[in-house]
């Protein structure tokens, strides 16, 4: 036992934390609420059977609140989420992969943190946090990068590192990391951590762009990281 407890001094001390699991699950008091795409819609709209579960539905076996909201748009840009904004305690947003597909400019931090109205990613993050924060200004805030994704018929390129009227989906998730490190967020990085090139096939329902059960796990691995670090 008290080597048990000096390792997780150590661990503690070196900013390791030890991860929610099923058998013992992070109990976070209030609602949380989840923002973002289809890939968030989904969860609550299961595709013909084609998945089971969400990647909202696996965080919440390790994760455990008073109540869920799901607030995810089907093919939402982050420009129209702050029109979907229900009160909550705890919010992820997952925002990005739409907003490639749309060529939405990504901007600058300076446009985030200057409020700039010209339409850019950055901008329009900012406008969606400050939502948040007048809706519940105690609300803890978790960033998600956009999962990489290609084809969906012609909507995006053909591979996750092609550019798209010359814009990469790895700005879009730059974007966020750079907001999360400006706000000091958590970040859960599905960009890096839940599929690469060669992966995604078989991590999704389609070419390429909604998950399916495997490809789910991998994001719910990483936000219930993200919730282990508020």
Request: charged share 20%; with cysteine; net charge positive.
């Amino acid at each position: 036992m008290k080597m048990k407890l000096l390792l997780s001094a150590l661990l503690l001390a070196a900013g390791c934390h030890t991860v929610p699991t099923p058998e013992k699950p992070l109990v976070l008091k209030g609602t949380w609420c989840s923002l973002g795409t289809s890939i968030t819609w989904y969860n609550n709209n299961v595709a013909k059977g084609r998945f089971t579960r969400g990647y909202q539905d696996r965080v919440m076996d390790c994760v455990k609140f008073d109540k869920f909201v799901n607030a995810g748009i089907n093919g939402g840009v982050v420009r129209q989420q702050p029109g979907h904004v229900p009160f909550a305690d705890y919010y992820t947003i997952e925002h990005g992969v739409n907003d490639w597909g749309h060529s939405t400019p990504v901007g600058k931090l300076s446009d985030y943190v200057e409020n700039a109205t010209n339409g850019t990613f950055s901008a329009n993050y900012r406008v969606l946090v400050d939502k948040i924060r007048a809706v519940n200004p105690k609300a803890k805030i978790i960033l998600a990068t956009p999962r990489k994704s290609y084809g969906f018929g012609s909507y995006l390129p053909a591979h996750s590192y092609d550019a798209k009227n010359g814009i990469y989906l790895q700005q879009y998730a730059n974007a966020v990391r750079a907001i999360a490190a400006y706000e000091k967020f958590p970040v859960a990085d599905f960009f890096d951590k839940c599929g690469e090139e060669d992966e995604l096939a078989s991590l999704s329902i389609d070419k390429a762009l909604h998950p399916n059960d495997p490809g789910y796990q991998r994001m719910a691995d990483e936000v219930v990281k993200a919730f282990a670090d508020l």
